[in-house]
């Protein structure tokens, strides 16, 4: 099975309004979840990432939880904007192994 | 401060040609990762490095990928005989402190086999 389970893998919102995707990881001693920003023929960008000691963290319109026991990290864009419109990876690993593992990516498409 | 280069930037290649991608990492940074990230799907992970062993090669097609890092700085991926399935994005990415800290990731190799 995927090691991290990304959904959905196409999400198409209006400006302004609120965009989420989920990703789900198998290995419980991921420890350390970060989430990329890849836009057409550019290499991937970190734009947030949580670790395992914290279950929410806000950088200005991002929004990452972490449910550990469910095994589940999501990503929610606030107050979306047309630039916001990428592919988006969620990934998972233990830092102390760094086995990482990517979701297959969610394209997200702000309609202004 | 430098990000992770690569070079070359694209290439075009007929089935059973080799080809060499190069990877500098950012300065400093002790962990390397090569990744394979084939049209519409996420990076999958090659190989890794810490300084200049291999710590993970699991996943690369050993009959005819190769990667090496022999001073612990830049890094070379190479495959012997390409097929068309190999056709992806060779993502280089790099991090610090023995990978427990954030990867960055190079601007990627385009390949493509015909």
């Known amino acids: 099975g995927e090691q991290v389970e990304q959904l959905p893998s196409i999400l198409r919102v209006q400006e302004r309004s609120s965009a989420s995707i989920n990703c789900t990881y198998e290995?419980?001693?991921?420890?350390?979840f970060p989430w990329y920003k890849q836009e057409p023929g550019e290499n991937p960008k970190l734009i947030i990432d949580i670790r395992s000691n914290m279950e929410r963290k806000q950088i200005q319109g991002l929004i990452v939880l972490l449910d550990k026991k469910a095994k589940r990290f999501s990503l929610h864009i606030t107050d979306t904007q047309p630039a916001d419109s990428a592919m988006y990876f969620c990934a998972a690993t233990n830092t102390g192994y760094q086995n990482f593992y990517f979701g297959k990516g969610t394209s997200l498409t702000v309609i202004p | 401060e430098a990000g992770v280069t690569q070079s070359p930037r694209y290439a075009v290649l007929q089935e059973g040609q080799a080809v060499s991608f190069w990877c500098d990492p950012i300065?400093?940074?002790?962990?390397l990762y090569w990744y394979q990230q084939p049209r519409d799907q996420g990076p999958q992970l090659l190989v890794y490095f810490r300084d200049e062993a291999v710590i993970d090669n699991s996943q690369l097609p050993s009959d005819r990928f190769s990667a090496v890092r022999p001073k612990g700085t830049n890094s070379t991926l190479k495959i012997q005989s390409a097929k068309q399935g190999d056709t992806a994005t060779y993502l280089c990415?790099?991090?610090?402190?023995?990978?427990?800290?954030?990867?960055?990731f190079g601007p990627g190799t385009r390949l493509l086999v015909l």
């Open positions: 300065s400093g940074h002790d962990t």
């Open positions: 290995n419980s001693a991921s420890n350390y």
């Open positions: 990415a790099s991090s610090l402190l023995g990978g427990k800290d954030t990867q960055y």
